[in-house]
């Protein structure tokens, strides 16, 4: 696939503003001359986009702390827990 020059805006700027420049001017060359001058300023325009901002400093690098596993409870465990803190309450 063929990448296009310009942005779909940019098509449509310069298709509204060389039907402006045929509808006003009759003579040709002054035509083409403005056509050109049209071209040369959407083209310079093109290239005006800022430059995406580089890092200057080096990322530091972070140390990862160790985790610790994670105890998975089934689903019998967490049944129990519960009743297990009963009991408890009851003792007392």
């Known amino acids: ?6 942005t779909k805006s940019q098509r449509k700027h310069i298709r509204n503003e060389k039907a402006r420049i045929r509808r006003e001017f009759l003579d040709i060359n002054k035509q083409k001359e403005l056509i050109e001058k049209l071209l040369q300023k959407v083209s310079g325009k093109l290239h005006q986009h800022p430059k995406p901002k580089t ?9 990862k702390k160790p985790t610790k596993p994670v105890k998975e409870e089934s689903k019998s465990e967490k049944k129990e827990a519960p009743k297990q803190e009963k009991q408890e309450k009851q003792k007392k």
């Open 1 to 6: 696939m063929k990448k296009k020059k310009y």
């Open 55 to 63: 890092e200057t400093k080096a990322k530091k690098s972070i140390a």
